[in-house]
């Protein structure tokens, strides 16, 4: 039996196969070979291989963002069937090239000539033929799409996942997630607490490789990583997995219930998603609306801008599917750590504070406008609202309200319906933001505190650290100052707050949140019905006075 300690983010016991993620990537392998016509054989089984796989996109993004973005997947595949492409590939193959560098070199070839056609839907083309040619590489050299080739569940081990690697990652393969580093913050726990799963980080390089494929049992509450366990660690491991299961049913008798607290002050629990996906585990767990759709997933699982008509659909869909209940979708918050290539950013020193989310929006006004469009043309479905992130500025929020109001006269022109009021909301995940909220709540329909943000550039502590948990305090009373002040300030002006961060979920603050006055509180779905319990035990006036004049005080 092998023991090892990291952080639990994720609560919940999970018994499984340990599995490395499958990172592609990295430089093309080049060789001399001895038998062209076997490297050839290798070569068109890699390539039938990711035709496959582009049948299962296919499906896949038909079902989740619809008919339009799903072509995209069906025109890959009609490449990867282009004999020119393949004859290309053979001519090299044929002098002895190995096919992972045929690929490349075609691809690049390829690429080359797309991008010196006039006509710019054909330049665009270059992408595609680098992304295709890219998929049957991985396959050569053995790197898997989505990162997770096992015929079973597992235990997903990494140093920790992008972003853009969570979006891609097969989740109906993950049983529960345990990294190197990584922290509380990290989008690979985000990503477990939207899907229920049990999550450890931080438990260092004794993850080694060579521990793949052993049973491994993991304790998202406690951070215990147990290998080989003795029948006392299994059973004692087993006998809390079915008592979280029993708990689970329980809650399930809240299913329907109002959030209301004893005394009858009644709270919206929303969800914060980060693809529609994620809409049937809103359903599932009864989520009143959706707080936070993070659409990055967008712009992350694309290797271009993602069109008006993508997003569209996939604005609608979700709209569609909540029925009318709210649907507060976040413009993008590309940036800091969550970066797409094509946006072609420039590195940074300290990109938490640099070019990221509005500031892009802001820079870049026809990718922000494409983004609207789409936005206020999915309105017409359901009860959109749109939120802003990163505000720091007065200047900000006006100049947005300008470009949105723009937006709206131009499909007014063009005969687009849309819902005749779309709510504007903003985050308030900076100090600037907090300290300008009885000015910013003049301009707005609403606020959402993000916390993770907002703790990070409070307290100057970074997020993602790894060392750095202990000075990474969400319940610093800097941090509830400044909650209390963004919601006094709100409700001043007569418009409701609410927290989309990771602490909305902390049921040792909710009978805090309540005193404060919060009125949302939007958290990931598997957490909607043990706040839903916590809510409906509290009397929110008992200690309402004590609390606020310890928040004062502290
Ligand atoms: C936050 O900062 O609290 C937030 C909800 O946004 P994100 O985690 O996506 O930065
Ligand atoms: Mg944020």
Redesign the pocket.
Known sequence: MIRLQGKGVSTGVAAGPLYFYRRGGGEIERHEIADPAAEFERFESARLLAIEQLKGLYEKALAEVGEESAQLFEAHQLMLDDLDYIESVQGMINDKVNAEAAVSDTAEIFAEMFANMDDAYMQARAADVRDISNRVIGILSGAVAGGIDSAVPVILASDDLAPSETVQLDKSKILGFVTRGGSG?SHTA?LARTMGIPAICGVGDALAESLEGKDILIDGQTGEVVFDADEITRDRLIKKQAKERALKELLEQLKGQPNVTTDGKSIMVYC?IGSPEDVEAVLRNDGGGIG?F?SEFLYLQNDDYPTEEQQFLAYKTVAERMGGKRVIIRTL?IGADKQADYFKLDHEENPAMGLRAIRICLTRPEVFRTQLRALYRASAYGKIAIMF?MITSVWEVQEIKRICANVREELTREGIPMADYVELGI?I?TPASVMLSDRLAKEVDFFSV?????TQYTLAVDRQGQNLDRFFDAHHPAVLRMLKMAADNAHAAGIWIGI???LGADVALTETFLAIGIDELSVSPSSVLPLRSTIRSIDSTAKRDEILKEIASN
Do not use: Q, S, V, Y
């Open positions: 913050n985000i914060n936070l993070r918050d992130p985050m995940e993000g916390t993770n943000d907002l989309c961060g990771e």
